[in-house]
Protein backbone atom coordinates (compact mmCIF):
# COMPACT_ATOMS: atom_id res chain seq x y z
CA UNK A 1 0.00 0.00 0.00
CA UNK A 2 1.36 3.81 -1.24
CA UNK A 3 3.19 2.04 -3.92
CA UNK A 4 3.29 5.15 -7.29
CA UNK A 5 4.41 4.81 -10.37
CA UNK A 6 4.90 8.37 -12.53
CA UNK A 7 4.32 7.61 -16.16
CA UNK A 8 4.42 9.65 -19.35
CA UNK A 9 2.13 9.12 -22.01
CA UNK A 10 2.78 10.63 -25.72
CA UNK A 11 2.10 9.77 -29.21
CA UNK A 12 4.40 11.42 -31.23
CA UNK A 13 6.88 13.39 -29.55
CA UNK A 14 8.96 11.90 -26.82
CA UNK A 15 8.38 13.04 -23.09
CA UNK A 16 10.05 12.69 -19.83
CA UNK A 17 7.13 14.91 -18.20
CA UNK A 18 4.94 12.76 -16.41
CA UNK A 19 1.34 12.92 -17.16
CA UNK A 20 -0.25 9.80 -15.29
CA UNK A 21 0.78 8.73 -12.06
CA UNK A 22 -0.62 5.71 -10.08
CA UNK A 23 -0.81 5.51 -6.14
CA UNK A 24 -1.77 2.15 -4.30
CA UNK A 25 -4.33 2.97 -1.91
CA UNK A 26 -5.70 -0.90 -0.57
CA UNK A 27 -5.20 -4.43 -1.63
CA UNK A 28 -7.87 -7.20 -1.16
CA UNK A 29 -8.36 -10.31 -2.16
CA UNK A 30 -8.85 -10.21 -5.91
CA UNK A 31 -8.17 -6.49 -7.07
CA UNK A 32 -5.75 -3.48 -5.91
CA UNK A 33 -7.39 -0.08 -5.44
CA UNK A 34 -6.17 3.23 -5.93
CA UNK A 35 -5.80 6.61 -7.97
CA UNK A 36 -4.82 8.03 -11.25
CA UNK A 37 -4.47 11.05 -10.76
CA UNK A 38 -6.47 11.37 -8.12
CA UNK A 39 -9.16 9.90 -9.36
CA UNK A 40 -10.19 5.93 -8.67
CA UNK A 41 -7.88 2.88 -10.25
CA UNK A 42 -8.83 -0.93 -10.12
CA UNK A 43 -6.51 -3.04 -10.95
CA UNK A 44 -6.23 -6.39 -11.14
CA UNK A 45 -4.24 -8.72 -8.70
CA UNK A 46 -1.91 -9.82 -12.04
CA UNK A 47 -1.85 -5.47 -11.88
CA UNK A 48 -4.44 -5.47 -15.01
CA UNK A 49 -6.07 -2.25 -15.55
CA UNK A 50 -9.96 -3.14 -14.98
CA UNK A 51 -11.21 0.22 -14.71
CA UNK A 52 -9.12 3.78 -14.61
CA UNK A 53 -10.28 7.47 -14.99
CA UNK A 54 -9.48 6.90 -19.30
CA UNK A 55 -10.94 3.42 -19.66
CA UNK A 56 -12.82 -0.07 -18.20
CA UNK A 57 -12.05 -3.40 -19.22
CA UNK A 58 -14.52 -6.80 -18.22
CA UNK A 59 -11.74 -9.29 -18.22
CA UNK A 60 -8.03 -7.61 -18.75
CA UNK A 61 -5.19 -10.19 -19.08
CA UNK A 62 -1.87 -8.28 -20.67
CA UNK A 63 -0.30 -9.88 -17.75
CA UNK A 64 -0.79 -13.29 -16.19
CA UNK A 65 1.67 -14.60 -13.69
CA UNK A 66 4.13 -16.04 -13.32
CA UNK A 67 5.68 -14.70 -16.58
CA UNK A 68 8.50 -16.77 -18.05
CA UNK A 69 9.57 -16.89 -22.01
CA UNK A 70 7.41 -18.87 -24.21
CA UNK A 71 4.10 -18.49 -22.20
CA UNK A 72 1.27 -17.56 -24.12
CA UNK A 73 -2.60 -17.10 -23.37
CA UNK A 74 -5.42 -15.27 -25.08
CA UNK A 75 -8.26 -13.57 -23.85
CA UNK A 76 -11.50 -11.43 -25.10
CA UNK A 77 -13.00 -8.37 -23.06
CA UNK A 78 -15.16 -5.78 -23.31
CA UNK A 79 -13.98 -2.35 -22.97
CA UNK A 80 -15.00 1.06 -22.69
CA UNK A 81 -13.23 4.47 -23.74
CA UNK A 82 -14.48 6.82 -21.54
CA UNK A 83 -13.57 10.04 -23.07
CA UNK A 84 -15.46 9.29 -26.16
CA UNK A 85 -17.79 6.79 -24.86
CA UNK A 86 -16.93 4.47 -27.25
CA UNK A 87 -17.39 0.65 -26.83
CA UNK A 88 -16.51 -2.91 -27.96
CA UNK A 89 -14.79 -6.02 -27.84
CA UNK A 90 -11.35 -7.27 -28.19
CA UNK A 91 -9.45 -10.71 -28.68
CA UNK A 92 -5.89 -10.58 -27.93
CA UNK A 93 -3.29 -13.19 -28.17
CA UNK A 94 -0.06 -12.46 -25.95
CA UNK A 95 2.95 -13.76 -26.08
CA UNK A 96 5.89 -13.68 -23.42
CA UNK A 97 9.05 -12.83 -26.07
CA UNK A 98 11.66 -12.28 -24.50
CA UNK A 99 13.83 -11.33 -21.30
CA UNK A 100 16.12 -8.05 -21.41
CA UNK A 101 16.96 -5.15 -20.50
CA UNK A 102 15.52 -1.71 -21.58
CA UNK A 103 15.91 1.79 -20.60
CA UNK A 104 12.84 3.75 -19.95
CA UNK A 105 13.60 7.46 -17.72
CA UNK A 106 13.39 5.76 -14.82
CA UNK A 107 16.06 3.84 -15.59
CA UNK A 108 17.62 0.18 -17.13
CA UNK A 109 15.36 -3.00 -15.84
CA UNK A 110 15.54 -6.19 -16.61
CA UNK A 111 12.35 -6.73 -18.33
CA UNK A 112 10.26 -9.47 -19.36
CA UNK A 113 9.06 -8.54 -22.96
CA UNK A 114 5.49 -9.23 -24.35
CA UNK A 115 3.47 -9.02 -27.60
CA UNK A 116 -0.09 -8.86 -27.80
CA UNK A 117 -1.91 -8.70 -31.04
CA UNK A 118 -5.42 -9.08 -31.34
CA UNK A 119 -9.18 -7.56 -32.82
CA UNK A 120 -10.85 -4.78 -32.16
CA UNK A 121 -14.57 -3.63 -32.60
CA UNK A 122 -16.59 -1.43 -31.34
CA UNK A 123 -18.94 1.77 -31.83
CA UNK A 124 -18.99 5.20 -30.50
CA UNK A 125 -22.31 7.19 -29.44
CA UNK A 126 -22.64 8.09 -32.70
CA UNK A 127 -23.11 4.56 -34.05
CA UNK A 128 -19.58 4.62 -36.45
CA UNK A 129 -18.67 1.16 -36.50
CA UNK A 130 -14.95 0.23 -36.82
CA UNK A 131 -12.51 -2.99 -36.73
CA UNK A 132 -8.70 -3.49 -37.01
CA UNK A 133 -6.01 -5.01 -35.67
CA UNK A 134 -4.07 -3.70 -32.77
CA UNK A 135 -0.76 -4.42 -31.29
CA UNK A 136 1.16 -3.73 -28.04
CA UNK A 137 4.81 -4.19 -27.17
CA UNK A 138 5.11 -3.99 -23.64
CA UNK A 139 8.13 -4.51 -20.74
CA UNK A 140 7.48 -5.75 -17.23
CA UNK A 141 9.88 -5.60 -14.86
CA UNK A 142 9.64 -7.06 -11.27
CA UNK A 143 12.16 -4.56 -9.79
CA UNK A 144 9.18 -1.95 -10.50
CA UNK A 145 6.21 -4.63 -10.05
CA UNK A 146 5.13 -2.17 -13.15
CA UNK A 147 5.05 -2.45 -16.90
CA UNK A 148 7.54 -0.07 -17.75
CA UNK A 149 7.11 0.61 -21.41
CA UNK A 150 4.55 -0.19 -23.58
CA UNK A 151 3.97 0.78 -27.45
CA UNK A 152 0.93 0.11 -28.59
CA UNK A 153 -0.62 0.58 -32.20
CA UNK A 154 -4.50 1.16 -32.52
CA UNK A 155 -5.70 2.17 -35.85
CA UNK A 156 -7.99 4.77 -34.73
CA UNK A 157 -5.77 5.95 -32.22
CA UNK A 158 -2.40 5.56 -33.67
CA UNK A 159 0.90 4.59 -31.68
CA UNK A 160 0.74 5.47 -28.19
CA UNK A 161 3.96 5.19 -25.90
CA UNK A 162 3.85 5.24 -22.15
CA UNK A 163 7.29 5.05 -20.39
CA UNK A 164 8.04 4.75 -16.15
CA UNK A 165 9.98 8.11 -15.14
CA UNK A 166 10.04 7.40 -12.10
CA UNK A 167 8.36 5.31 -8.90
CA UNK A 168 8.89 4.44 -5.52
CA UNK A 169 7.63 0.96 -3.46
CA UNK A 170 6.74 1.04 0.27
CA UNK A 171 8.63 -1.79 2.32
Not at 24 to 49: A, C, F, H, M, Y
Not at 72 to 88: A, D, I, T, V
Not at 106 to 119: I, K, N, P, S, V
Not at 142 to 149: G, L, Q
Amino acid sequence: MGDSWHFVVYYTVPSTTPNRTWTVTSIGPDKILGTENGEPLTLTRDLNVADSPRQSESNPRQLSFPLRVGKRWQYHSEWLFKPKSSRGTIAMSVVVVGHETVEVPAGRFDAFRLQATGELGGASPSNTFYAGQTTTTYWYAPAAKAVVKSVHHNPYQGTTTVELVRFQLRP
